[in-house]
Structure formats: structure tokens, C-alpha cells
């Protein structure tokens, strides 16, 4: 067994900008590596120091030479990389992990790659992406790299500035590393370019000694090896030059929103989208607590018998030029909000005010679902609550819809106040049913009380039947099976 190798990036500078895996990894690693100069201090230490722990064998891989001028640089560094391969590796044998930290990223112009093709295939390695510098820069300066299909060239400024200066002038976006010395011939590469104007400077991104300007007015003299030079997106900024600095006035509008049955799984994503979107919030209190609070929203409860007052409120939010969501729970056109809010938006103050109707899951088809297909032929869909109609208009639609043989979904069944209409609605139904015709009873569908049961329409009477159930009465071809998972419900399509 040996241990484990792990390149680990620490992003940019700034130790929030460690990753969580990579705050793991340094925290349980035996030993921590890491590069420095011969002055001794490490970048990356300092950026990870937050996570190291005591006891943590520390190596520190101190270059022999930077900036200076020697005779055989490369060289001199190859030798020092596979001297330091080989500590690491003495580390690996005795099965201890090792972790070398990286500024930025390790695979982008980062030193542990270096040991990664002497190590990788003797032992076992992982490494972890960091934020790179170019990315930091970007965003310190709140100017995308990239947009639409525009193309991002990265460059060392090591390259000879007739090189450079092609290689700018050819490409949308551009991010030049290893500056320090290299400033002058880059500044003048993109002087040739016809690019200068539109570069950025950034030095020691994402950390307190950042400093950012328009590359133009940097001093040569001052430029650290950690800095980086940007070219932002060219079509953002054209773009948001022809932006106008204020939002023309927008148009408001009334969404009438159905929030299907109960949870976020039965709301369309359309409704989701409206939601999202709307400025206020507008309806009866159990159904706008069902949306998640978002300070941004104004949310207007009321009582559920107003809905003629909660229908002109939500206009004249409208008329202002607010987003408006007038909440229904199931469909908002079945029983519910889209016909109130469209009987006064049919008035002559209201007629320039747009409202839509964004349809959802109704509660009829919900409860059918739980127990087969009881509406698999025709059916009716009728209201047992003679608050907005009288009894007698119910009681002949009932009779009616059971003459014509129609499976009936009953809506608004009972109340607390309201407990009669069952047994009547019975009645009127054995007229024309077998006693033995399924009825469903379906509360709470798709929420945490729910309950599902199946009775003979015979044994239908009000107990554990209010506002929050719908029945579904059968046909006289509707079927009634007990299955292995419970009872199945349904009506054939055929019709003898």
C-alpha cells in the first residue's frame, strides 16, 4: 500500500475561494507541499495556512533559482522538480498522502504539473481544479471573458510580442499570464494589436493587495509576476453600451396561477416560472402559504368569500405596472379564481389591464389518479356549495347528470357550517345509481393528511367529508376491483 497523491488548487488568493474537497483534503493529508522562493515564503501556504493542522509533516520545495539569469534555466529546474518528485515520493512508499498545493489551478501553468508527470503512474492521484487567476481577474473586474460565441485565447507573455501581437488581433477575448518582466513587450503587443484601449490590468486578484486599472496607464516598473492581463468580451460591452441606462416602463399584468392539488411536484413549470416572476403575490391565505416567501414579492392574503374585492385589488396592482399572481389552488378555472378575476377585468376600467390564465393539475384528476381511472369515459363536473347558487339549481343538475348515466366529480362537498348536501345529493343519485355504484373520497390528495377511500354510494353520508375532499361518483359501467395494491377504480371507454 502507498500513499496518495493529490494536486490541490487554492484558487486565486483569496482562501474563501478554496474549494470544499480541496479544505478536506489539506486538513487529513500526512503531508503538505508546497513551492516557494529562496526567501522561504509560500503563497500557497499562506492561502491554506487556515486548514493545516498540527502534526502535518510540511515540505517545502524552495526553487533554486526565479528571475536570475543562469546558464541552463531549464535545466536547472528540470533537476529540481525531479529531485522533489523523489522526496515526495519517499512520502508515497511509507503509504503517507501527500497533498501539494497550488495557487490557482494545478493544470493551468501550475508548478505541481511538474511533479504530476514524474509521480502519476507509480502512484495513485487525484487533483482538485481551482479558481485560476484569469477567472478572479474576471470577475474583481465585473467583465465576462466570453459571450455568445465569441473565442477566449490564453497566453504567456513570455512569447516573443510580434507573436503576441498576431495572436491578439486574431481572437474576440484574451488573458495574458507571466507578467512581471514581460510587461513592456505585452503592453506594446497589444499596442500593435490595435487592442491597448480595451485591456485591463489586474495585479494579485481576489486578494487585500489587489489592484486593477486600464492596462495603459500601468507602470512597467511596477508589475508583479502575479498579475494578469485581460481582454473582456468585446460583444458585452457593445452590448451594454446600447443598453438604456433605465428600463423603459414595463406593462403590468394579472397571471391567474393554478397550484395544482397540493405540493411543488404537482405545480407546472410554467406556474413556476410566473411565480418566480410576479412582483405581488395575491390570494386566499392557506394557498399563498404554499409558495415559498421571497422578500422580493409583496404577498396580499384575504379571506376566502372575497373574491370580487381580491380580483380588483390584483387590477389595479396591474393597472401600475405591477407582475401580479392571483393564486388558485388545483385549476384556476375549475371552482376557482380565473372567473372572478375575469368578471371584473371584463369591466371598462379594467379592459387594457392583460390577464392570463395559466391552467393546473384539478383536483378530479388528482384523486382519480389514486385509484385507477374512474373518469376513463365521460364525465360531469359539478359544486355542492349553494352559496353562489340555490339547491334546487344543484339538485336538478345532480338528478340530471345521473340520468344521463355521466360519472359526476363533486366539488366543495361540505363545510363546517354545511353538512346536508351529502345525504340530499345521495338521495337524488340513488334515483338513478345501483346503491352498489363506487364513490370515491379523496381528502388531501397530494398533501400530508391525504386519504383515498372507496365506499358504496349506498354508505355515502357526511362524516369525514369537508371542503378539503371531492367525490367522484361512478357510472353505472364504472368498476370497483380490490387489488393486491389497493382498490382499483375505473370507467371502460367503451360503451355497449
Known sequence: MTGHLYGVGLGPGDPELITLKAARLIGAADVVAYHSARHGRSIARSIAREHLREGQIEEALVYPVTTEATGDYRGVLEEFYARCAERLAEHLDAGRDVVVLCEGDPFFYGSYMHLHKRLDGRYPTTVV??????????????????????????????????????????????AILKLGRTFGNVRQALDRAGRLNDAWYVERATTEEQRALPLADVDPATVPYFSVAVLPSR??????????????PRTGEVAVVGLGPAGRG???????????????????????????????????????RVEEERAEFALALAERGRRVAVVSSGDPGVFAMAAA???????????????????????????ASRVGAPLGHDYCVLSLSDRLKPWDVIEARLSAAAAADLVIAIYNPA???????????????????????????????????????VIRLDDLGADGVDMRCLLLVGSSKTRWAERGDGPAVYTPRRYP
Open 235 to 248: 460583444v458585452h460591452e457593445q452590448t451594454r453600451r446600447s443598453l438604456p441606462e433605465r428600463a423603459a
Open 415 to 453: 363545510s363546517r357550517t354545511r353538512t346536508a348536501q351529502v345525504a340530499k345529493a345521495r338521495d337524488v343519485l340513488l334515483a338513478h345509481r345501483s346503491p352498489d355504484t363506487p364513490v370515491v373520497i379523496g381528502r388531501d390528495v397530494g398533501g400530508p393528511e391525504e386519504s383515498v377511500r
Open 341 to 367: 378575476v375575469l368578471e371584473v377585468a371584463a369591466g371598462e376600467r379594467w379592459r387594457d389591464v392583460p390577464v392570463r390564465v395559466l391552467p393546473g393539475l384539478t383536483a378530479a384528476n388528482a384523486v
Open 266 to 304: 404537482w405545480l407546472t413549470p410554467e406556474a413556476q416560472d410566473v411565480l418566480a416572476a410576479a412582483d405581488d403575490l395575491v390570494g386566499y391565505a392557506p394557498y399563498l402559504a404554499r409558495v415559498p416567501a421571497n422578500p422580493r414579492q409583496a404577498r396580499h392574503a384575504s379571506d376566502n
Open 129 to 174: 481544479p481551482g479558481v485560476t487567476s484569469v477567472s478572479g481577474a474576471s470577475a474583481e473586474l465585473g467583465r465576462p471573458l466570453v459571450e455568445r460565441d465569441e473565442v477566449l485565447t490564453v497566453l504567456p507573455g513570455t512569447l516573443p510580442p510580434d507573436v503576441l501581437a498576431e495572436r491578439l488581433a486574431a481572437t474576440d477575448s484574451a
